[in-house]
């Protein structure tokens, strides 16, 4: 009896397996996962904001001085792991279909919130440099604040892209656990018709 359910749940793996696999190559299982090439594209998008993005962060460092020191230093960890993702995903984009897809969305969320506080920082330094007549600070920040207002926009606009294909990678997935299920669900209708057979006299 023992070596029976053995071989039955072995069976039983063997068959969801081989039908999950054999579904996720099938074409009329249509997951829609992102394809290499919108994933690259996402990643010239992100790489050229964070060109803009890294001499603001040099500007603030100066302008700010100690003041921001700490927030210019997470805003460059938050920059730091966005630019390892993308030379990972350069070099393998199906990587960004996983976990880490999600860590470079929730990146660049991170990054465009960060600019936009940033700019509302240089709006209240340009502010306090026209209350005490230093015009030439005021300009200063008045121009930083709308370069990382411009830079946030920026970062808003490919993080939302990357989402829009994560979120059709958890769809897929979701459509291949479905199909999983499926199969997994069909193969033990067949082993428990295949254990009565055989239980038969």
Excluded at 71 to 94: C, L, M, S, W, Y
Excluded at 143 to 164: I, Q, R
Aim: hydrophobic share 40%; with cysteine.
């Amino acid at each position: 009896m023992r070596l029976r359910r053995s071989i039955c749940s072995t069976l039983f793996i063997l068959c969801a397996v081989t039908s999950a696999r054999a579904q996720k190559h099938d074409t009329k299982y249509d997951t829609n996962f992102p394809t290499d090439d919108e994933i690259r594209l996402v990643l010239t998008q992100a790489e050229r904001a964070i060109r803009e993005y890294k001499p603001l962060l040099d500007m603030q460092e100066k302008t700010f001085g100690k003041a921001g020191a700490e927030a210019v230093k997470k805003d460059r960890e938050t920059v730091h792991g966005i630019d390892v993702a993308i030379v990972a995903f350069g070099k393998n984009p199906q990587a960004f279909n996983g976990p880490m897809g999600f860590a470079f969305f929730e990146w660049l969320d991170d990054a465009c919130r960060n600019a936009l506080l940033s700019s509302e920082s240089a709006m209240n330094s340009a502010t306090e440099g026209l209350m005490g007549g230093d015009k030439q600070k005021a300009q200063t920040n008045i121009e930083l604040a709308k370069d990382l207002v411009n830079v946030s926009t920026v970062l808003y606009t490919v993080s939302e892209n990357a989402g829009a294909l994560y979120a059709r990678y958890v769809a897929g997935e979701d459509k291949l656990a479905q199909v999983g299920l499926k199969a997994a669900t069909d193969c033990l209708d067949i082993l428990k018709k295949g254990t009565k057979t055989t239980a038969k006299p």
